[in-house]
């Protein structure tokens, strides 16, 4: 699935994208109880399954940019 853009900015973005999703797991994972009840904590804990999902999906994409561009470098 190509855009247009070339495959090592794709790259770029995706693995730029996949950063977010880790960290903000990586967040939600480091609270204990009581920074789950914050306003933050809030937020992550509705967005974890999406987190998670997201960042399956991201890893997922950056690993078939990756076998595209071994596929384009000689």
């Given at each position: ?69 071994d596929q384009e470098t000689p």
């Amino acid at each position: 699935m190509t855009t247009g853009r070339p495959i090592k900015e794709q790259l770029s973005t995706a693995r730029y994208i996949l950063a977010q999703f880790i960290a903000q797991i990586e967040e939600f994972e480091g609270m204990n109880r009581e920074q789950r009840r914050t306003e933050r904590g809030q937020d992550l804990t509705a967005r974890i399954d999406g987190l998670r999902t997201g960042r399956t999906t991201w890893e997922q994409r950056i690993t078939d940019l990756q076998n595209e561009h071994d596929q384009e470098t000689p």
